[in-house]
Nanobody, 122 residues
Framework: QVQLVESGGGLVQPGGSLRLSCAAS????????MKWFRQEPGKQREWVAT???????NYADSVKGRFTISRDNTKNTVYLQMNSLKPEDTADYYC????????????????WGQGTQVTVSS
C-alpha cells in the first residue's frame, strides 16, 4: 500500500519560514512527479509546485520566488521550503505523487497525502 505522509506544518508569523516534508512509502519503484497543492476552507484545491524525477521544477505565480520544491529520490521524499510567508498562504497543504509504479500494484497510479495545516498569522 503506497502512503504519503506530510509533516512540518504549523503556525508562523508573516515573513517567517516553514519547511514541509512528504515521505512516500510502500514498495515504490518510481515516481514520475511530485507536487504540492493547498486548499483554504471553502475553496478549491490549488496547485503550488511540481518537481519531476529529473529535477525540473515549476511554481504557481503566487509562490514563485518565495517557495522552493526539492526532492530526495533515494528517500522518495519531497520538500517545500516556504519563505517570506504571507497570511494568504494559510491553507492545508497536500502532497501528491503522480504516475507511481509500485511492486504489487498494476500500472501507474496517483496518490495523495492527508494534508498538513499551515497558518500564517501575527
Amino acid at each position: 500500500q503506497v502512503q504519503l505522509v506530510e509533516s512540518g506544518g504549523g503556525l508562523v508569523q508573516p515573513g517567517g519560514s516553514l519547511r514541509l516534508s512528504c515521505a512516500a512509502s510502500g514498495n515504490i519503484v518510481s515516481i514520475t512527479a511530485m507536487k504540492w497543492f493547498r486548499q483554504e476552507p471553502g475553496k478549491q484545491r490549488e496547485w503550488v509546485a511540481t518537481i519531476t524525477n529529473s529535477g525540473s521544477t515549476n511554481y504557481a505565480d503566487s509562490v514563485k520566488g518565495r517557495f522552493t520544491i526539492s526532492r530526495d529520490n533515494t528517500k522518495n521524499t519531497v520538500y517545500l521550503q516556504m519563505n517570506s510567508l504571507k497570511p494568504e498562504d494559510t491553507a492545508d497543504y497536500y502532497c501528491n505523487a503522480q504516475r507511481v509504479r509500485a511492486l504489487g500494484r498494476i500500472g501507474l497510479n496517483d496518490y495523495w497525502g492527508q494534508g498538513t495545516q499551515v497558518t500564517v498569522s501575527s
